[in-house]
């Protein structure tokens, strides 16, 4: 019972020290719970400047019937939890930009509403915004390119480095593009990356950075992903290959090999480190596959 009590006290700290906004609203939308990072979000200085008020009352206008509508619907994925991006009044009537990740399930002993975290998204929304100017797209998949992965890369990791969550690269590499190529010509190879570039787009998460390193080479960072969730999403995405291959009706074919690495793990975890070492499992792979 003393461990149990222990181990509650830690938890309530953690929640009540994040730098993430985590909340707890009723049914009506009224905030039972704030920690101090939401309240240093929206600008207060207590959580008890914003507790008892409605979640609609800090939407800038626009917002309140989409987040309204989320609640009612809801949109939940596999893992119970979804997320929208809105923008934040704050006290001073300033707008901040917010990434608003509710969670759906609940346990059973909870009271009935909904937990959520908010993450402070607006530094990522200038860049977003700036980056619009910038060449940073692959001109035939339409992914981000090696500058524009770079750019957005270097930012997420090194917020996911501040709050301590798992950040996962994938390195991943057409099989016999060169053949490919070579049998069928370069119009076709071109068609082979649209396709891997699309089905990567479909089997990877909004919040993750999909682009296309080079040649035959794409890669995907996966923010704040569980390294057990990882493999799902790198199967799913093999599953959706293999079916978007014989939609394609395609004359031979298609499979990736993937390598891939953890920021944990690695212990280095520098953008240029962790593409490195997935880069080593992917060639890894490549050479078991070929038997050499």
């Known amino acids: 019972m003393l461990q149990d009590h222990v181990q509650q006290i830690n938890f309530e700290n953690l929640?009540?020290?994040l730098a993430d906004g985590v909340y707890f609203v009723n049914p009506q939308g009224i905030i039972l719970y704030a920690n101090q990072g939401l309240a240093n979000l929206l600008g207060h200085e207590t959580?008890?400047?914003i507790i008892g008020k409605p979640l609609f009352?800090?939407?800038?206008?626009?917002?309140e019937e989409k987040v309204k509508s989320f609640f009612r619907e809801g949109s939940p994925e596999k893992s119970g939890a979804s997320r929208f991006e809105v923008q934040l009044l704050r006290k001073d009537a300033s707008t901040v930009w917010a990434d608003v990740r509710p969670?759906?399930?609940r346990?059973?002993?909870c009271p009935v509403g909904n937990f959520g975290v908010v993450r402070d998204i607006t530094?990522?929304?200038r860049l977003e915004e700036r980056l619009q100017n910038l060449a940073i797209t692959d001109e035939l998949t339409g992914l981000y390119n090696r500058r524009g992965f770079r750019l957005m890369a270097e930012q997420e990791l090194k917020h996911a480095q501040r709050i301590n969550a798992e950040t996962i690269l994938l390195s991943i590499d057409v099989d016999d593009f060169k053949s490919i190529n070579d049998t069928f010509g370069h119009e076709e190879g071109d068609k082979v990356l649209k396709l891997v570039a699309t089905t990567l787009t479909e089997s990877f998460r909004g919040t993750?950075?999909?682009?296309?390193w080079g040649g035959d080479e794409f890669i995907v960072l996966a923010l704040d992903a569980p390294l057990g969730y990882v493999p799902l999403l790198s199967d799913r995405f093999q599953e959706k290959l293999a079916i978007n291959t014989q939609k394609n009706l395609l004359p031979y074919p298609l499979s990736v090999t993937i390598g891939m690495e953890c920021s944990e793990m690695l212990g280095s975890s520098t953008l240029s480190n962790l593409i490195l070492s997935a880069d080593r499992h992917m060639y890894k792979q490549k050479k078991l596959k070929q038997g050499t």
Do not use: H, M, Q, W
Request: charge should be negative; glycine fraction near 4%.
């Open 47 to 49: 959580p008890s400047d």
């Open 123 to 125: 530094e990522f929304k």
């Open 103 to 105: 969670t759906l399930n």
């Open 57 to 63: 009352e800090f939407l800038e206008v626009g917002y």
């Open 15 to 17: 929640v009540a020290n």
């Open 208 to 212: 993750d950075i999909v682009s296309r």
């Open 107 to 109: 346990p059973v002993t």
